[in-house]
């Protein structure tokens, strides 16, 4: 791993502080601010938007997903998915000691599972990744894909009274977020520098769209989680799930690929199979 990469990598960790302290600031409003739903969408996004302290959180979301796009232009998008959950340990800090949250012992292996992926992934790092080149075509089939699983989870929502199936449908939109991300980032290093051209990019490529409608629809769903289920679960389940579909997508529609290293792709594969080990243990605790 070159010392560029890591700087990157450095930065989707700072992307991930700035989300996770707005996505706390966000959970502390989610009993009192309503679900967005049915009828009541558009007035339940205004009560949030006039809201203060979900306006702060919501600031920091935005300043966060700046810096990680940033980090998308020199680094693997497989690579920053599981890094950013270095964000997950803080906001467990952060529901512990202000908001009294507690972790019943299998959610707490979940959780600790989550933060370990970190660590494998760090070992892993040596073996490197190449830059990666998209497959639009293959992009557009795990959005359908991914489109489906999000639909699947519509009628557990309206019976969910743990906001367990709106976490799990804003992980995939987030997910597909950040792949669209990484599409816009490559188009736009592709075009010159000037203002112009810039704005040209960002005005004409479908993944500017696909990148802001999916973003929002998992905030959207991720704030109707907080309504109902602890933070300490919501959270770590929603991000778990969101590093699914681009952990698949780095490697199906950007020709990334396992390091050479024998032992590093162990550490790499171990480091996905326990995302999604630990994301399990929380989808299924009891809220």
């Known amino acids: 791993m070159t010392d560029r990469m890591a700087g990157f990598l450095l930065l989707g960790t700072v992307a991930s502080f700035l989300l996770a302290i707005g996505v706390a600031m966000m959970k502390s409003r989610g009993a009192a601010l309503p679900v967005a739903q049915g009828a009541q969408v558009f007035s339940a996004l205004a009560r949030w938007l006039v809201d203060p302290l979900w306006l702060g959180g919501l600031a920091l979301q935005t300043g966060g997903y700046m810096v990680y796009l940033f980090a998308l232009s020199g680094a693997p998008a497989s690579l920053l998915a599981v890094t950013m959950q270095a964000g997950i340990a803080l906001f467990v800090v952060v529901a512990m000691v202000f908001m009294g949250e507690r972790a019943q012992p299998r959610e707490w292996v979940g ?24 497959d639009s075509s293959r ?58 051209g810039l704005i040209s990019a960002l005005m004409t490529t479908p993944w500017t769209y696909l990148a802001v409608a999916a973003n929002l629809s998992g905030l959207v769903l991720l704030q109707n989680s907080f309504h109902t289920a602890r933070g300490i679960i919501a959270m770590p389940l929603s991000s778990a799930c969101s590093n699914i579909v681009p952990i698949l997508g780095g490697l199906v529609a950007f020709g990334e690929h396992l390091p050479a290293s024998g032992g590093a792709t162990a550490l790499r594969l171990a480091a996905f199979g326990l995302t999604i080990f630990s994301g399990g243990l929380l989808a299924t605790s009891r809220n």
């Open 111 to 134: 959780i600790i599972g989550i933060v370990g992926a970190i660590l494998f992934l760090s070992l892993s790092l040596p073996g490197g990744a190449p830059p990666s080149a998209i």
């Open 139 to 196: 992009l557009i089939l795990l959005s359908v894909v991914a489109g489906v699983a999000a639909m699947l989870t519509f009628p557990a929502q309206r019976r969910d009274t743990g906001g367990i199936a709106p976490a799990l449908a804003s992980g995939i939109a987030f997910g597909m977020g950040s792949l669209y991300a990484k599409a816009l980032v490559d188009v736009v290093a592709t075009e010159p520098t000037t203002e112009t």
